[in-house]
């Protein structure tokens, strides 16, 4: 009986907590402003060991809560499964530092505009790319990679980064569309990257990713409209 109650309670928090979870990303609580989320799993997006990752989030953990943070555990998969950390109410600044000090390539940043929230997808202190919606239907159900989930249930939602489909027309940021040089050298760079082993398949995702940009940007700044005729 005794483990029939414990599966039940278990059970209805997860139900509770997927609904609460999407609540969040839907930027339908008005206290919370913003949101980040980061690992600290597989530095500098070279696999380790599970007790080596289990260990990074541990100080993680407790660099949050000494931060008087407040969080919500989630995971996913990328290629290969992560643990994470969801903060509310964390600004930009702390959550690039964190990522940095626990050797991150990236963190996800969320600030509420108006009634949602858009997201950065953030390499160092560069935002890379932004997408202003969160996807959790049943064709997102069915996904088998490249998604995050609760830390006490199945469902799972995404964030669209590099999905042209969810792309948000406006310049991020990354570089400066006229001049191309460094674009090329930085896909090169990437893409190299990408073949060094023992790099995580979340990272090799990323670095496609960015190079799917980079190369917009390269042909946007090659393209007629874009040259000068004297």
Do not use: H
């Amino acid at each position: 009986m005794k483990l029939i109650l414990e599966r039940w309670r278990s059970f209805l928090t997860e139900k509770r907590d997927f609904p609460s979870l999407i609540n969040t990303l839907a930027a339908e609580r008005e206290n919370i402003k913003t949101i980040g989320m980061v690992t600290a799993e597989n530095p500098m997006g070279q696999q380790v060991t599970p007790e080596e990752n289990r260990e990074r989030n541990e100080k993680l953990e407790s660099a949050l809560r000494r931060m008087n943070l407040g969080y919500r555990k989630i995971r996913g998969k990328f290629g290969n499964e992560e643990n994470s950390f969801l903060v509310p109410n964390i600004t930009k600044e702390e959550i690039i530092e964190l990522g940095n000090r626990f050797e991150q390539k990236s963190v996800i940043w969320g600030e509420r505009v108006q009634d949602k929230f858009v997201f950065s997808y953030i390499e160092g202190d560069t935002t890379i790319e932004q997408r202003d919606v969160v996807l959790f239907g049943s064709d997102t159900q069915k996904e088998d990679d490249n998604y995050s989930q609760s830390s006490k249930g199945p469902e799972k939602f995404v964030i669209p980064f590099f999905d042209d489909d969810y792309e948000i027309v406006k310049d991020s940021g990354l570089s400066n569309p006229s001049y191309s040089g460094p674009l090329t050298d930085e896909i090169n760079e990437r893409i190299d990257e990408v073949f060094e082993s023992n790099r995580t398949r979340k990272r090799i995702w990323e670095n496609r990713g960015v190079c799917k940009i980079l190369r917009k940007k390269t042909w946007r700044s090659n393209s007629p409209a874009n040259k000068k005729v004297f």
